[in-house]
């Protein structure tokens, strides 16, 4: 590696330059965007560097540092491999493309709340979005369960000031329900976390597989699968959801996606990688829960007029996607899980974005009062469209290429194992039908058909929003039509499962 730490480099520069932005942004109101937005396109250009190398069949990087020797020694380590690069460079991604996007609509939005232009407020917006990216790479390359904990809650610091500061219908209440579901599953995870240690003596990552036998082995890994589900939201969890997506800023709501989806690479690190043999036991009720939420999801989301929540429900059903192929236990389905969950943060943050750009032209988040807008907003329906077909697996895009993988390893289950696990496998193929109607459906609402009379004057998005938003749809349309961008790194991150 050329450059020194860069996986320390990833975590700690924008963690360094939160109070930085906080000041600066006093004299450079919305202009802190590009400062942020060069700040984390460096860190991009070092996860790009760390793939490369790996991608031609360099060693995974491995970068330890002392942490605590008082009670414990505990080590603060950053580790890449092929699983960890791709869903750091995914959700970095979508962070560098929202944060541009944010320039304006952000500004826009200080301007509904407060009535007036407020640079102190951009400043304090952007150096909390910074926080975003530290907590998500920050997970992605943890060594230890104690870092992931961590990192998991300062994810909920810029999403609780976010949504109090920003968000629409009852932020203050929607902010504080964000704020307890998050701790509480965090605090679900430290119990389990704590349980491995008192039975392996460590809370390393790479030392779970020494959990296997151990007399609180299941307590341990159920209590950790309850802390990720609650933050899944997968169905019977899923209250807090289309709360807090849809009433967050739009800016944001892709992030926040791409927070929820990420327990599913945690899933792969703890569960598939290192503790399979617990996880198998597991396997079908998460699947069939995993089915439920796919279906639920659907409907729910189906249900919806106001275009904001409509999205914010349709996170239910998709993230489950990825639930049911890490579920499988099968290296397609884990590869294939992973996958899914890029493509989804990609489609995701296009589709809720461009919402946000309706909001902003429109003023109008429900889809019964729009119509006709592709003569107005044709990159915005051109986006929609590329989001939706994302969404609903259509080639050449992301979204394909994933779901076939992810299938062939569910079904590989069904095959493996009781009529149990086909028919969970025959209900899921189905479930995916419901997802072009869900996402088609309000793009023929909003964008077709005679526009109501409030609705002829309306303007395209700024270039600010809609360039960001084009980059992610080219990111997905590339690893569509070369899925071995991304399976190259996945496959050999599952070598030892069957």
Same mark, same amino acid.
């Given at each position: 590696?050329?450059?020194?730490?860069?996986?320390?480099?990833?975590?700690?520069?924008?963690?360094?330059?939160?109070?930085?932005?906080?000041?600066?942004?006093?004299?450079?109101?919305?202009?802190?965007?590009?400062?942020?937005?060069?700040?984390?396109?460096?860190?991009?250009?070092?996860?790009?560097?760390?793939?490369?190398?790996?991608?031609?069949?360099?060693?995974?990087?491995?970068?330890?540092?002392?942490?605590?020797?008082?009670?414990?020694?505990?080590?603060?380590?950053?580790?890449?491999?092929?699983?960890?690069?791709?869903?750091?460079?995914?959700?970095?991604?979508?962070?560098?493309?929202?944060?541009?996007?944010?320039?304006?609509?952000?500004?826009?939005?200080?301007?509904?709340?407060?009535?007036?232009?407020?640079?102190?407020?951009?400043?304090?917006? /952007?150096?909390?979005?910074?926080? *975003?990216?530290?907590? =998500? &790479? !920050? @997970?992605?390359?943890?060594?230890? #369960?104690?870092?992931?904990?961590?990192?998991?809650?300062?994810?909920?610091?810029?999403?609780?000031?976010?949504?109090?500061?920003?968000?629409?219908?009852?932020?203050?209440?929607?902010?504080?329900?964000?704020?307890?579901?998050?701790?509480?599953?965090?605090?679900?995870?430290?119990?389990?976390?704590?349980?491995?240690?008192?039975?392996?003596?460590?809370?390393?990552?790479?030392?779970?597989?020494?959990?296997?036998?151990?007399?609180?082995?299941?307590?341990?890994?159920?209590?950790?699968?309850?802390?990720?589900?609650?933050?899944?939201?997968?169905?019977?969890?899923?209250?807090?959801?289309?709360?807090?997506?849809?009433?967050?800023?739009?800016?944001?709501?892709?992030?926040?996606?791409?927070?929820?989806?990420?327990?599913? /690479?945690?899933?792969?690190?703890? *569960?598939?990688?290192? =503790? &399979? !043999? @617990?996880?198998?036991?597991?396997? #079908?009720?998460?699947?069939?829960?995993?089915?439920?939420?796919?279906?639920?999801?659907?409907?729910?989301?189906?249900?919806?007029?106001?275009?904001?929540?409509?999205?914010?429900?349709?996170?239910?059903?998709?993230?489950?996607?990825?639930?049911?192929?890490?579920?499988?236990?099968?290296?397609?389905?884990?590869?294939?899980?992973?996958?899914?969950?890029?493509?989804?943060?990609?489609?995701?943050?296009?589709?809720?974005?461009?919402?946000?750009?309706?909001?902003?032209?429109?003023?109008?988040?429900?889809?019964?009062?729009?119509?006709?807008?592709?003569?107005?907003?044709?990159?915005?329906?051109?986006?929609?469209?590329?989001?939706?077909?994302?969404?609903?697996?259509?080639?050449?895009?992301?979204?394909?290429?994933?779901?076939?993988?992810?299938?062939?390893?569910?079904?590989?289950?069904?095959? !493996?194992?009781?009529?149990?696990?086909?028919?969970?496998?025959?209900?899921?193929?189905?479930?995916?039908?419901?997802?072009?109607?869900?996402?088609?459906?309000?793009?023929?609402?909003?964008?077709?058909?005679?526009?109501?009379?409030?609705?002829?004057?309306?303007?395209?998005?700024?270039?600010?929003?809609?360039?960001?938003?084009?980059?992610?749809?080219?990111?997905?349309?590339?690893?569509?039509?070369?899925?071995?961008?991304?399976?190259?790194?996945?496959?050999?991150?599952?070598?030892?499962?069957?």
């Amino acid at each position: 590696m050329i450059l020194p730490a860069p996986l320390l480099q990833v975590v700690l520069i924008p963690t360094i330059a939160v109070p930085i932005i906080a000041l600066a942004g006093r004299r450079l109101g919305k202009r802190s965007s590009w400062v942020v937005g060069s700040i984390l396109a460096y860190t991009n250009l070092l996860l790009l560097w760390t793939a490369y190398e790996l991608w031609f069949g360099g060693e995974p990087v491995l970068e330890v540092y002392a942490w605590s020797n008082t009670l414990f020694a505990l080590e603060m380590g950053f580790y890449a491999d092929g699983l960890s690069i791709v869903v750091a460079l995914a959700v970095n991604l979508v962070c560098n493309a929202l944060v541009i996007f944010s320039t304006e609509y952000l500004d826009h939005r200080i301007h509904v709340i407060y009535q007036r232009e407020s640079k102190p407020l951009n400043g304090l917006y /952007y150096s909390l979005f910074l926080l *975003f990216s530290t907590g =998500l &790479l !920050g @997970i992605c390359f943890a060594t230890n #369960l104690i870092e992931v904990y961590v990192f998991l809650d300062v994810l909920l610091i810029p999403l609780y000031f976010i949504m109090d500061h920003f968000g629409y219908i009852t932020r203050h209440r929607v902010a504080t329900m964000c704020f307890i579901w998050g701790f509480v599953a965090g605090a679900l995870f430290l119990v389990g976390s704590i349980m491995v240690f008192s039975q392996t003596g460590s809370f390393q990552i790479s030392d779970l597989p020494a959990l296997l036998g151990k007399p609180l082995a299941i307590w341990a890994s159920l209590f950790m699968i309850l802390g990720i589900l609650i933050k899944l939201a997968v169905f019977g969890f899923h209250v807090w959801l289309p709360w807090v997506h849809a009433e967050h800023p739009s800016c944001i709501a892709g992030v926040l996606a791409v927070i929820v989806g990420i327990e599913n /690479y945690l899933i792969a690190r703890i *569960f598939v990688q290192n =503790l &399979l !043999g @617990i996880f198998e036991l597991f396997s #079908l009720p998460l699947m069939v829960w995993a089915v439920i939420t796919m279906v639920y999801g659907a409907y729910l989301t189906i249900a919806q007029d106001d275009v904001k929540r409509l999205y914010a429900c349709s996170t239910i059903g998709q993230t489950a996607y990825s639930l049911l192929g890490l579920a499988s236990c099968t290296a397609f389905g884990a590869v294939g899980g992973i996958f899914y969950f890029v493509s989804h943060a990609f489609g995701k943050a296009i589709l809720f974005s461009i919402a946000g750009a309706l909001v902003y032209r429109t003023g109008v988040r429900d889809m019964r009062l729009m119509g006709g807008l592709a003569r107005a907003m044709p990159v915005s329906a051109t986006l929609c469209i590329l989001g939706s077909m994302i969404l609903s697996a259509i080639p050449p895009l992301s979204g394909f290429p994933a779901e076939w993988i992810m299938f062939i390893g569910i079904f590989q289950a069904g095959t !493996g194992n009781n009529a149990l696990y086909f028919a969970i496998a025959i209900v899921g193929i189905f479930a995916t039908f419901l997802t072009p109607v869900y996402t088609f459906w309000p793009v023929m609402r909003i964008f077709f058909g005679p526009p109501p009379p409030t609705m002829v004057n309306v303007r395209e998005a700024p270039v600010s929003m809609l360039a960001p938003l084009s980059a992610l749809a080219l990111a997905s349309f590339l690893i569509g039509v070369f899925p071995e961008l991304i399976t190259r790194l996945l496959i050999p991150a599952f070598a030892g499962i069957p």
